[in-house]
């Protein structure tokens, strides 16, 4: 047997019935992969959705958004709804075309009263492998619904940040030279919510995923339940588990647990990162995840895909999966200014995620004792969902050890310490007595950075004031360009022949003003 058949055949064998979760009146679901796993051979991977469907296996349809939308979402988290991600780029790998997504990622923003993000505005791009906006893949009704997910979800965490959709000729290397597309466009984030089993895949690794410093390259755990995936594996990347997401009666007012059917596992093939030095014994290889996020069937999040792209009848569906909890992370990183973050950053914050300590995605499989951290929520790290959750308000400080290179400054509430950032700088002082930081809210400075010379971003940081931050990098290189203006379409869109990606030391600056400004808002009980 093919080794995805062996891989995925547990999970292709029948639909999976809910027995919990949202209360649904018109019946019960099931659910399934978007993309079917047992059509892939060899290398190939496929994508991570699932999508419920109705007991006949049809993908059931909704009138109206049923499940998690951005209001959800951003409360589950506490995204905070002034960021860094304003102008910056999150590509979405993909396979095959989606061609209608523009105009679904058009209805799903105006649903949910998001600024409108179009090729027109500068906002959104859609490019084919080799980088051109045209001449793209065989349309795909499995892989549209993965890519309708994949836009809304960056549209639901980070409604500012630009989005570039890469889509691939083929589920094998096409996909990975779709990444390097990214890169070379000016991704500033890149999410990759595919896998499949790990098949002689280190020199695809080098060739395809090392060397992207400063440059946030997210992947999907899987959705298998136990068991390794790649490019998840792999070390170059952030591997994002998922988990089964509710509201309680906490103070955080939600709940986690470990989603059944994430995958983790200790990798066959890479070697154990330095930064994963002090996991527990058990694993001398490569472990994932190391972090997660919402991915659940049982509470799904809404995703709108036209019948042109999904098939017969489809409109408002649900899905979840790690293709979910992937371009949450990627986004989420961005709108925080944590994208230049190697995945050290995490491993050296751990207090800064929601640790998830119970639920197992063992399923029929074994699991040992010895191990069994590899697939059960534990205290500390596991494997399904790695160290937790985001927990923006604290990644928003900027960080311990690894963190956003902050620096000294001054700002805080109550005239507390406030952690500043990667470069052990701290921050005093406070909202209430202490000094304000430049670029704070009512200074009314200003803070200018820069590569070479080239104007990036111009947008207003002092609410009080009027002043401006600006922050360039190399005039006249790649991005997006078309035009648009960052006051209509909600993102900071450049006329064409602009630069658009933030040059490193850019990122850096915009990061600090950010660091200082949230950490002076934040009240520390």
Known sequence: MNSNRHWFAALAVAPIVFAAGLAHADGPRTHRPMCDPLKTTGKQKHCLAQVNTNPDGSIHVNAAPQGYGPPDLVSAYSIPANGLGDGQIVALVDAMDSPDVESDLGMYRSTYNLPACTTANGCFMKLNQDGVAGSYPTADTDWAGEIALD????????????????????????????LLTAVSKGANAISNSYGGPESDDTSDDTQYFAGHTGILITASAGDGGYGASYPATSPNVLAIGGTSLVKDSSARGWAETVWIDTG??????????????????????????????????????????????????????????????????????????????????????????????????????????????????????????????????????GGQSGGIDAGPGTGGDDGGTVTGGGEGGTTTGGDDGGTAPTGNEDSGSSFTGGEDAGTGLTGTTNEDSGATTTVAADAGGNGFGGGGSGASSGCSCNAPGTQSPLGETGVSMLALGAVVFLASRRRRG
């Open 151 to 178: 836009v809304e979800m960056v549209s639901a965490i980070c409604p500012k940040c630009r989005i570039m959709l890469v889509e691939a000729n083929d589920q094998d290397t096409g996909l990975y030279t779709s």
């Open 264 to 397: 983790s596992g200790c990798s066959a093939e890479f070697a154990r990162p330095a930064w994963q030095s002090a996991l527990p014994a058990g694993c001398a290889h490569r472990m994932e995840a190391d972090i997660s996020a919402s991915a659940d069937n049982e509470q799904p999040v809404a995703v709108y895909c036209s019948d042109t792209d999904c098939g017969s009848g489809s409109g408002w569906i649900e899905v979840g999966g790690t293709s979910e909890s992937s371009p949450i992370v990627a986004s989420m990183f961005t709108h925080l200014g944590l994208n230049t973050q190697p995945s050290s950053y995490v491993y050296a914050n751990t207090d800064k995620f929601y640790d998830v300590t119970s639920g197992t995605n063992a399923g029929t499989k074994t699991c040992s004792t010895k191990n069994a951290y590899f697939c059960n929520g534990e205290t500390g790290y596991d494997g399904p969902t790695g160290w937790g959750t985001p927990n923006a308000p604290e990644l928003a400080t």
